[in-house]
């Protein structure tokens, strides 16, 4: 009898891996490595957060806490759903947990069944089809190409739905391309949803707050009141307030639904941190112009990446509206070799050559359902992207 379950079997481990652990094995051996692999903002979390959570301990806020998370963070949500999304939620429609993964994980776990259909637009979050997966779902992909922004269009969506389609993910911005649905393109989505009343929606608005250009972000409920009964909306101050390691996510959505993720989550991981919570409440509270000064920075460092990568290297590249990832094409330079020797066949290729050859990391496209692609984050300072476009253009001008 094999010891390991079929679920865990079921999934692969994170592709993302690999090349992380190449990255810090060429660090420690004293390589210059400069990694844009990563998914987490380069700032810190603001002072007051900090000092939040200072005062939670030493008020002795140190406690298991209700599963569902502490009133005044829920509240805190509420506030937050009302003043951003114009989306209205009672206390028992709202739900706190250890980071936004772990509410979709809630979420996927409460409601799929062996044969469910999710679909999943392509390039996903690596984590969308392997949850799917771990579930005993089946992952429905559906292509949302350069060609079209990177953003599902309304006839992909309607040509994926099936009888048996149980939720559709959404993620905007995204990761990996930092697509952002306008309210029109939104909206042309949440048509093709009236039609079809037995789909779900998970959106996944973890990059809410960094949208770009002036533009306005847009989530489904906001565009379309009628799909609240029918929709998740999960967010988290891991990206908004630079919390990746404080790990609070939230969510809206049908009290069925948030009760039955809570019956999961009372008996796994209990509550998310009790000081973590109180953080969060200040960081949902507090002020919220620092954002605008994060926004301005993520808009510079995305604008001299794009340029850089443009530049006459072979890569294509386009300028998304948000998050903080570009994910240029490397398909002109497959099949190619690099400076020193190495066959460029795959995506996979290109980017370890690349940190073999110049010390930049960063993440194939297949990791996220697209071949011939590659992610870059450039959650980094200007000098190391400077630096680290400065190596790309070389290796690429190297290429035969
Ligand atoms: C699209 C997306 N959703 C969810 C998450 C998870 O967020 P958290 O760290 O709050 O679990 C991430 C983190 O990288 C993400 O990129």
Not at 172 to 180: D, E, H, Q
Not at 291 to 315: H, I, M, P, S, Y
Not at 367 to 373: C, K, N, R
């Amino acid at each position: 009898m094999a010891f390991l379950s079929d679920a865990i079997s079921r999934i692969a481990p994170s592709a993302t891996v690999a090349i992380s652990r190449k990255a810090a094995d060429m660090k420690r051996n004293g390589r210059d490595v400069i990694s844009l692999a990563a998914g987490e903002p380069d700032f810190d979390t603001p002072l007051n957060v900090r000092e939040a959570a200072i005062r939670a301990m030493a008020e002795g806020k140190t406690r298991y806490t209700n599963v569902d998370g502490i009133p005044e963070l829920k509240a805190a949500v509420a506030r937050k759903f009302k003043r951003d999304n114009n989306i209205s939620a009672a206390p028992e429609e709202i739900m706190i947990g250890s980071g936004g993964k772990q509410i979709i994980f809630n979420a996927l776990l409460a409601t799929l069944n062996p044969g469910d259909e999710v679909i999943i637009p392509v390039p996903y979050w690596v984590s969308y089809p392997e949850i799917v997966r771990l579930c005993d779902a089946t992952p429905v992909f559906a292509r949302a190409d350069a060609s079209t922004g990177f953003k599902l269009s309304p006839e992909a969506l309607d040509a994926a739905i099936t009888p048996k389609t149980k939720w559709l993910i959404l993620n905007t911005p995204s990761n990996p391309t930092g697509a952002a649905y306008s309210a029109a393109e939104l909206k042309a989505l949440t048509d093709v949803l009236m039609r079809h009343p037995h789909v779900h929606v998970l959106t996944d608005d973890i990059y809410e707050v960094l949208v770009y250009d002036g533009g306005s972000f847009a989530t489904v409920v906001q565009m379309e009141p009628a799909l609240q009964p029918r929709t998740l909306t999960m967010n988290g101050v891991s990206k908004s307030h630079a919390m990746t390691g404080w790990r609070i996510g939230y969510c809206t959505g049908p009290k069925e639904l948030i009760g039955a993720m809570t019956k999961l989550q009372g008996q796994s991981t209990t509550n998310p941190s009790s000081i973590a919570q109180w953080a969060a409440v200040e960081a949902l509270d507090g002020p919220q112009e620092f954002l605008a000064g994060w926004r301005a920075k993520f808009q510079e460092r995305r604008d001299l990446v794009v340029k850089g990568l443009n530049a006459n290297t072979g890569l294509d590249c386009l300028t998304p509206e948000g998050a903080f990832y570009v994910f240029p094409s490397v398909t002109n330079l497959l099949g190619k070799t690099s400076k020193t020797g190495t066959k460029l066949n795959t995506d996979e290729d290109f980017v370890m050559a690349l940190l073999d050859e110049t010390g930049v990391a960063l993440v194939h496209g297949t990791a996220f359902g697209s071949p011939g692609a590659m992610r870059l984050s450039y959650a980094a300072s200007n000098k190391e992207l400077e630096d680290a476009v400065g190596r790309i253009q070389e290796f690429c001008a190297g290429i035969r």
